[in-house]
């Protein structure tokens, strides 16, 4: 057991006091500062320093939908975290650590050990917010729905939506490495260039700009392969029935339906999924944490060699939490891979 | 090569001069007899004996939505069908050689040898006619549907659809025999009583006498972990929100809405997926013909043994073909387990 330094008194956190029935509104969350308590053993005191804003956070708050992933009422909310252990009652993780956890959305949080991940098995010799990234549950989620659920195979055709987003963008650049042709949805003009010119799509797509079946006859003709889905609603709708035949559909989200009623999904005829031997099928990326170590290894190899990129964007300040996540759930916002708050640590 | 036997001049089978556009009239379907040619090298000519009835034949018929799988305009029907070899031009299949073709809804036809399975490798020392029942498609469909696309292990909690027709009265006693909790869905109360009461599930519901939620709700208060799904239409909809967590739906066919317009899927919230990491896939027994064998071993012990039946209804004669096919896709229609055409050979 390690202790050190000085014991901040209080840690400041953002709480839900109550799960969401409509969109969320600037108020639903509220900062409140908490006095810490003193560690149990196997716990550490952890000093958060980029937290990841997820579209997915939505959905846990949201009193009819999130189900057994619903944040309990009245409790900070949880988000992925990079932080320094400030004092450690836990074997194995000295003070100085740094770990991610899923105690975001707060400055200080006290962590059980068995609940968190050491941030150099993740990122080796690169810079810590790459946890959150590509080297965290982004990159493992393209990873994964690519590989295990799509099991996506050079030549073949990928359709990725939110390709400009946190996990997106990260899928456009596997879908690439793995060798497929890749078509790239997003909501600006601009995001539609960066995604091909910066990112290697093959072609990319404005789904503002038109209903999304004719981008889809015109750059994908002979049908899509592989659909990396996360953001359900019309895009979904269209791809069904423009899958070509063994089509995969690996659905990880649906951000278009976060912040209103849900996404619906309107098949014309279900016979297409037969037809064409198709197949849908949802997925969380924990449930795959036994194939993490090997999808680590080839995303740490792809960034070491420069062949692929952890894009992100960083905003300041516990302070700027709301209006972060109202981004991320905004058709149409501009900022680009995935959105990190970095942390104000002069706060009191 | 081996010759015998009076040769038929004519062959008598049913023609689809046009895709349909509409609901199956009685006279889509024309009776013709037409001269059969001499054998090739490589055919043989085969008399017909039995001939399975399978609603995905109007799918096949469908002009819109038949795709890939439409059959030819102007030509005969091709149906499952058990016949006897009369004449061979094909090394390996002897004159007197039971063989499975996809040449049936006629009494004579000229088949390819690398076309054909031989009945005794599908059945053994069994009566002939179970290659088109528990040891043909219906019994690989329910196996394949159960084993490799749902993953379904003992303890979990299984809906089968159509569950008194030739492939839900299968895959009704395979779960069982996996060790399955089992529910069934019929059309009537006479079948629902034989489903549980002759195939042994643990609970079945009349899918005319009330709407599908309220008897999910009842008969699988916890959800359900596969849907076994031939259907599509209202059960399917009723079933997405009522999965368990990584709840797997095997869907090989959506005959509620083969003779309308298509079975339509409207699911309201698409996040259901994600949130409990379902899959929905859609198959074709074809396309896993690499494991037929287990499938084949595993069923004929199970029917030498007793463990399993391979429900089916005969009618008698090739005139019965149109008014057995519109039996097949009727709601409610009182024919249990597979409905196979047992020829007339005295036809001149």
């Known amino acids: 057991m390690t202790r050190t330094g000085e014991r901040p008194v209080v840690a400041h956190e953002w709480v839900l006091d109550r799960l969401l029935e409509g969109p969320l509104r600037p108020d639903d969350l509220r900062l409140r500062a908490r006095e810490l308590p003193a560690l149990q053993p196997g716990e550490v005191l952890v000093r958060n320093e980029f937290m990841a804003v997820d579209p997915a956070m939505r959905l846990r708050m949201d009193r009819r939908r999130a189900g057994r992933l619903a944040y309990p009422e009245g409790e900070a909310v949880g988000a992925k975290a990079v932080g320094t252990v400030q004092e450690s009652a ?72 939110s390709a400009a987003g946190g996990i997106g963008s990260l899928a456009v650049q596997i879908g690439r490495l793995r060798g497929a042709r890749v078509i790239g949805s ?103 944490r036994a194939i993490w170590p090997r999808a680590l290894e080839e995303l740490r190899t792809w960034l070491a060699e420069g062949h692929l990129r952890a894009p992100h964007t960083v905003v300041d300040g516990l302070d700027s939490v709301p209006e972060a996540l109202a981004d991320v759930l905004r058709p149409g916002a501009t900022h680009r891979g995935k959105l990190l708050v970095r942390l104000d640590v002069a706060r009191p």
């Open 186 to 288: 997003a909501g600006t003009e601009d995001k539609v260039r960066w995604i091909t010119e910066e990112l290697g799509a093959d072609s990319a797509f404005d789904y503002h700009a038109e209903s999304p079946g004719a981008p889809l006859d015109r750059l994908a003709p002979d049908g899509l392969d592989v659909y990396f889905d996360n953001t359900g609603g019309p895009l979904l709708e269209a791809a069904v029935p423009r899958m070509r035949r063994l089509g995969r559909i690996a659905h990880c989200g649906s951000v278009s339906g976060y912040d209103g009623g849900g996404s619906p999904l309107r098949i014309d005829d279900v016979a297409q999924i037969v037809l064409n031997s198709l197949t849908l099928r949802g997925y969380i990326v924990d449930e795959h």
């Open 90 to 161: 836990a074997d194995g993780i000295p003070v100085g650590a740094r770990v991610v956890t899923f105690l975001g959305f707060r400055d200080f949080a006290v962590a059980r050990a068995d609940a968190l991940d050491v941030v150099d098995d993740l990122v080796g010799d690169l810079p810590p917010e790459n946890a959150l990234t590509a080297l965290g549950n982004p990159g493992l989620t393209a990873w994964v729905g690519l590989t295990v659920i799509a099991d996506l195979q050079a030549g073949e055709t990928l359709l990725v939506s």
